[in-house]
């Protein structure tokens, strides 16, 4: 405040400063509105880590949480492998890559192609990548991609007729995870891996299907049958989980989280051929509630009624909810704190800081051992229906081929 003015107020009075008064009347207010922002925004990411030449691989790179992430990681150096739905000729896609690269000052940054909703897609893509060799660097994998129904809207299902939340937000992660998990451990011992799965504390109301034993003993038939009854079992069993948007979601992010304990589980199983311990760790990050487009779709219910309401209520839901670069900030601290480079895996990490699960399943062996099977039974039966789909729809083409040959 300048010299004279405070001089004014004090021995004039504050009455007779322009304005005083109200000024007074409105600073509270501001400082009380700036601690609840700083409060809702979150903890801040202050670790760092050398990333030039590290490889990192990243679903759900292209919007939201998984942008910020992506900007903040390639401004450092990293090399960026995103998988994106889109073809890689799409020019949204093109644009955005270029931006990405002019804004990070970084040239290591591609694209491949996807889908997350098509187990086939994923095989070509995974299966690809693991028979390069000698084995391809891969020092981190982002899982950031995510889908939620608002909550007016209905079912929808993927290419291979999974529920859309249950099949790319879990099946889709299980199916690139089990297939790239050769990648992961063939990794030279000096080299700090991490798993980073992106999840949401709706996975509290979650409910794992009670999957049970689809059959009461070895002897019930043939390996492909007993893998068909086991999806058509897997099957029955979620669809008598009473639909609505958010026991989906959230179910769809406690199985994840299962799964993630699992696989850390998983990885530190395996033998080295060179005797060294496991490198590869597991980290579980809950962002926090965020203004992303998938945030924004589900609280304006999918519906331009709904966005309006979305607009009109906007300055409050700037208050209570992250930006993406905040949301952002714990999967950066996941990535670049030194202590999760060494040691056990398997953490669960909030507000850049390490917190307990809330739900006993999610290091449950039983469960975890029952959720992995029928998941690998689902996919291969799914895989191998998909399979013969497109081997008809191939023969078929051909046949028209023909006839349009002989005319």
């Not at 942008?67 to 990681?73: F, G, K, M, W």
């Not at 889908?115 to 095989?123: A, E, G």
């Not at 003993?217 to 043939?222: A, N």
């Not at 007993?226 to 999806?231: F, G, I, N, T, Y």
Request: aromatic content about 10%.
């Amino acid at each position: 405040m300048p010299l004279h003015i405070a001089a004014q107020g004090l021995f004039s009075g504050v009455s007779s400063i322009p304005y005083a008064w109200t000024v007074l009347k409105i600073a509270p207010w501001l400082v009380l509105l700036y601690v609840l922002k700083r409060y809702f925004n979150g903890a801040t990411n202050t670790s760092e880590r050398t990333m030039h030449s590290k490889v990192i691989m990243m679903t759900g790179g292209t919007s939201g949480i998984g942008a910020e992430v992506a900007r903040a990681l390639a401004s450092r150096g990293a090399q960026l492998v995103l998988l994106t739905q889109q073809p890689l000729s799409d020019p949204f896609l093109v644009d955005y890559i270029m931006d990405l690269r002019i804004q990070a000052g970084n040239e290591l940054i591609t694209a491949e192609y996807v889908d997350l909703t098509s187990l086939h897609s994923i095989r070509v893509f995974a299966t690809k990548w693991v028979d390069n060799a000698p084995p391809r660097r891969l020092d981190m994998i982002i899982l950031c991609a995510n889908t939620r129904t608002p909550p007016s809207g209905s079912a929808t299902t993927t290419e291979d007729g999974l529920e859309s939340a249950w099949g790319l937000n879990y099946i889709a992660n299980f199916h690139l995870l089990s297939i790239l998990s050769p990648a992961l451990r063939a990794q030279p011992p000096d080299r700090d891996v991490r798993i980073i799965f992106g999840t949401c504390s709706s996975y509290m109301g979650g409910t794992l299907p009670d999957f049970g034993s689809p059959e009461s003993g070895p002897d019930k038939g043939s390996k492909s049958k007993s893998k068909l009854k086991s999806k058509q079992h897997t099957e029955a069993k979620l669809e008598a989980i009473p639909f609505t948007p958010s026991s989906v979601y959230a179910t769809s992010k406690l199985a994840l989280m299962t799964f993630a304990s699992a696989f850390q589980k998983h990885l530190t199983a395996y033998s080295r051929p060179d005797k060294n311990p496991m490198n590869a760790r597991v980290i579980i990050v809950d962002p926090g509630w965020t203004r992303t487009p998938g945030m924004r779709r589900y609280l304006s219910f999918g519906s331009l009624w709904g966005l309006a309401l979305y607009l009109i209520m906007w300055p409050f839901w700037w208050l209570v909810l992250k930006s993406p670069d905040q949301g952002a900030q714990t999967f950066l601290y996941a990535a670049m704190e030194a202590q999760y480079g060494r040691g056990e895996g398997g953490k669960f990490l909030k507000e850049c800081r390490e917190i307990k699960f809330m739900r006993p399943e999610i290091e449950n062996d039983v469960a975890q051992k029952t959720l992995w099977e029928m998941s690998d039974n689902t996919i291969q039966a799914l895989e191998k229906e998909g399979a013969m789909k497109r081997a008809k729809e191939k023969k078929e083409r051909g046949e028209g081929k023909s006839r349009s040959q002989e005319y």
